[in-house]
Structures are given as structure tokens and as C-alpha cells.
């Protein structure tokens, strides 16, 4: 979608730290770390927020979880653990309108969020 930076970041057109890719999900670092691991991994297709999420986008989402899995697992974060963020809208604390889940590692986390 035009002017959506994430698509911009998909298409190549903004650049990024990308760790992963395939034919449906781009993870790249977040351009301020939160974490000492903080990654985002997207859709290539634009879906503006988890609100948004239809069934015919079951797969896809299905397919986001695994793949943060994955990449837990190849970079020493599954073990002693991270935590998984969708921030949903303006309430939710999301800034960028195009669906992200952002991966956090490589410290404790506390509860509750803010
Ligand atoms: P949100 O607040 O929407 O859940 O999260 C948006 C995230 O995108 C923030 O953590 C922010 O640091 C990150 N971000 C914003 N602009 C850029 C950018 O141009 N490149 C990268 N890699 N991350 C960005
Ligand atoms: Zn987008």
C-alpha cells in the first residue's frame, strides 16, 4: 500500500535489517530495540491490524507464529524464553498501520505492560 512504511520496507524501497523472509512474511530488527533482541515480523500483504484479521487470514497468521518460532529457536531465544507483542490501534499502542508482531528476547520481561 502506498505510504505505509512496512510496505515500503517489503518492497525494498526503505532498508532494513532483515533476519528472515519468505513468499508471505518479512522479520527484520526493529529500528529501536526494546530489547536486546527486538524483531518485527510482518505480512508482505498489507493488513492494517490484528482487528482487521478475517478466517481467510488464518494461514497466514498461523504461518507469522510459526515462523517467530523458528527464528526463537535459530537465534538461542526459545529456551530461556521472549515474549510476542501485537500492539492492536491507537488504544493498543500501535504506531504503524500495517499488522507486526514484535519479538522480544534476551532479557526477563515484567508483568504487566504497561
Ligand atoms: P507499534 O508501536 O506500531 O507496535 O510498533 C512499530 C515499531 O516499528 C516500533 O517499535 C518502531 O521502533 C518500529 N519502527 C518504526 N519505524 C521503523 C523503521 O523505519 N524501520 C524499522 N526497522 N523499524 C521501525
Ligand atoms: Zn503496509
Do not use: T
Not at 522479520?27 to 500483504?45: C, G, M, S, T
Not at 497466514?60 to 524464553?81: D, M, N
Amino acid at each position: 500500500m502506498k505510504d505505509c512504511l512496512f510496505c515500503k520496507i517489503v518492497a525494498g524501497e526503505i532498508p532494513a535489517r532483515i533476519v528472515y523472509e519468505d513468499e508471505q512474511v518479512v522479520a527484520f530488527e526493529d529500528v529501536n530495540p526494546q530489547a536486546p533482541e527486538h524483531l518485527l515480523v510482518i505480512p508482505r500483504r498489507h493488513i492494517v491490524s490484528l482487528a482487521d484479521a478475517e478466517p481467510e487470514d488464518a494461514a497466514l497468521l498461523g504461518h507469522i507464529q510459526c515462523v517467530i518460532a523458528e527464528l526463537a529457536r535459530a537465534r538461542g531465544c526459545a529456551e530461556p524464553g521472549f515474549r510476542v507483542v501485537n500492539n492492536c490501534n491507537a488504544d493498543g499502542g500501535q504506531e504503524v498501520g500495517h499488522i507486526h508482531y514484535h519479538v522480544l528476547a534476551g532479557r526477563k520481561m515484567e508483568w504487566p505492560p504497561g
